[in-house]
């Protein structure tokens, strides 16, 4: 009787722990078809503009990959992976960078007649632009290996494993411009100085005195 | 002896339940340590751009006999350095030769701008990866070709008639002088 029960309770165990194992790993494959990832759709924009850019910011992000410390684990899965890390055979370090560019600019599409005013009494012209506006302008192609320490069993960083840090270094370096108002405050300057110059060069020509405000 | 049983099967359900929601609420498993973004240069310039493109265009290389397949999303633009523009000023007209085009192409910073989608190998034995290297001169292949392409798309021409649009209204709004701007590329200089 108590070796029925024994058995029972075993199995209902192994049971649970089969049912709990596949919850954890791999419920999205439970039917046998592998998960479609959507991707996004192919497209194609081509439009006119009209802005005056002033100046470009260009930022460098850095990662590295190392095994993960025992000693700075937090949680189950990171000491899962800490754990698998420390059996493996060998090295795998390395260190990965690009960078990425911001501009600041006027949308001069904005611009009207009525930004402009000419003072014939005192010889001034006082110009209204539009704010400065930043936006990313975008990101290298290529990444820069840093550094790249492969030894031992340990498998070599791959193109998808490369997407993917770069990937998480675009999140994050996003994230930092976003938090940090020196990045576009320090472009802003910068533009700004450059707007004030350029159009004083063009409009004070005939002893006009210049005036350039911005939105 | 079966209340017994029920408490261990509750006590069982309740563990495996705790070390689910332990697995699920612990943070990532990361070994990609981010470090902190660098200002590396601030350039001041002084460009009139007149076309902006969006572009998803596929990612095909080969090197020997392993392949790769991959999607980029990327930004283009073409603009004018109006600081190095030639300008000529008589009474009341003014005469600027527009100069030559600047096309940039850059890596879209939208999420998932690139994505890796397949790479493998003919032989039997081998392996498909490809170093940073040899991936990076991939894209880079991507990026001429796909440079190459703007100016047979037209684009370039577009952008040089639009730039003569808009700088003849810049120039002329502000100075109230008559403005001609002369292009002696209309199609630009690859």
Redesign the interface.
């Known amino acids: 009787m108590e070796i029925n029960i024994m058995n029972r309770l075993s199995s209902l165990v192994l049971t649970i722990i089969l049912i709990t194992g596949a919850l954890l790993t791999g419920c999205q494959f439970i039917d046998g078809t592998q998960e479609i990832v959507p991707q996004r759709n192919y497209l194609s924009e081509v439009k006119s503009v009209n802005k005056l850019i002033l100046a470009q910011m260009t930022i460098s992000k850095m990662a590295t990959i190392d095994d993960i410390d025992l000693s700075k684990v937090e949680g189950m899965k990171q000491m899962a992976a800490g754990l698998m890390d420390a059996v493996k055979v060998g090295d795998r370090k390395a260190a990965y960078s690009y960078d990425t560019y911001l501009q600041a600019y006027l949308d001069l599409s904005t611009l009207t007649p009525d930004d402009i005013k000419v003072d014939e009494a005192t010889k001034t012209i006082t110009l209204n632009l539009p704010a400065v506006q930043t936006e990313f302008a975008g990101r290298d192609m290529e990444i820069r290996e840093d550094h790249y320490r492969v030894s031992g069993l340990r498998s070599h960083i791959d193109p998808k494993e490369r997407a993917e840090i770069k990937e998480q270094m675009n999140t994050a370096l996003k994230k930092e411009v976003e938090e940090k108002s020196e990045f576009r405050s320090r472009l802003e300057t910068e533009a700004r100085a450059k707007a004030d110059t350029y159009f004083k060069s063009i409009l004070g020509t005939d002893g006009y005195n210049v005036i350039v405000n911005f939105k | ?1 079966k209340a017994i ?1 029920t408490i ?2 509750l006590a ?2 309740a563990v ?1 339940a705790f ?2 929601y ?2 699920y ?32 265009v596929p990612v095909k290389g080969t090197i020997g006999d392993r392949h ?1 397949f ?6 283009g ?1 073409i ?1 004018f350095d ?1 600081d190095s523009v030639q300008m000529s ?1 008589s009474a009341d007209t003014i005469a600027v030769t527009l100069p030559r085009e600047i096309v ?6 939208d ?6 989608i397949d ?1 493998w190998f003919d032989s039997f034995l081998g ?4 170093t ?2 040899e ?2 001169s991939i ?2 292949k ?2 001429d070709d796909y440079r190459k392409d703007i100016y047979k798309k037209g ?1 370039v021409a ?1 952008a040089r008639k ?1 730039a003569v649009a ?1 700088l003849t209204s ?2 002329s ?3 109230g002088k008559t403005v001609i701007v002369n292009d002696p590329t209309p199609d630009g200089t690859l």
């Open positions: 002896m049983r261990i099967v069982i359900l495996a070390v689910a332990k697995w609420t612990a943070p990532e498993a990361s070994n990609v340590t981010m470090h902190e973004a660098k200002i590396t240069d601030v350039a001041p310039m002084l460009r009139l751009c007149s076309v902006e493109i969006y572009d998803d790769m991959a999607r980029v999303a990327l930004n633009s603009s109006l000023e940039d192409v850059y890596e879209s910073t999420a998932g701008a690139y994505q890796v790479t392996s498909s990866n490809f940073t290297a991936e990076n894209k880079s991507v990026r684009y577009r639009e808009n810049l120039l709004g502000l100075t």
